[in-house]
């Protein structure tokens, strides 16, 4: 199954096959119920993945299936991290958007200047 990853720059292996949602999937010829690629590699390469668990990706490139690049954790922090996220997120769109508004207001006093 690494057959079809490709090594990036950052050390991710990129998932050449299906793509879903940004996550890579297996072949349902090959794998029923069609699961996520860098689960069957984590679990075949490192470990089973335990009940209640998910994986995150450290690299935040979902499409990356290096098992390497995977931390379980639990569904509840999984969740916890993502919303941070995109607090994170949210709060550097404000910032920027003050930043721009800032700006207008300096270009548009220097042209009636």
Known sequence: MIYKAKIDANGCWIWQGH???????MRKSEYPGRPFAHR?????????IQEGF?????????????????????????????LRERCRIAKALKQEKK???KNMA???EAVRL
């Open 99 to 101: 930043q721009v508004s």
């Open 40 to 48: 069957v590699i984590y679990e075949t390469l490192i470990k089973p």
């Open 54 to 82: 998910t994986l995150h990706h450290l690299c935040k490139n979902t499409s990356c299936v290096n098992p390497f690049h995977m931390q379980e954790i639990s569904r509840e922090e999984h969740r916890l991290l993502h």
């Open 19 to 25: 793509i879903d949602r940004g996550y890579g999937r």
């Open 106 to 108: 300096i270009a548009a």
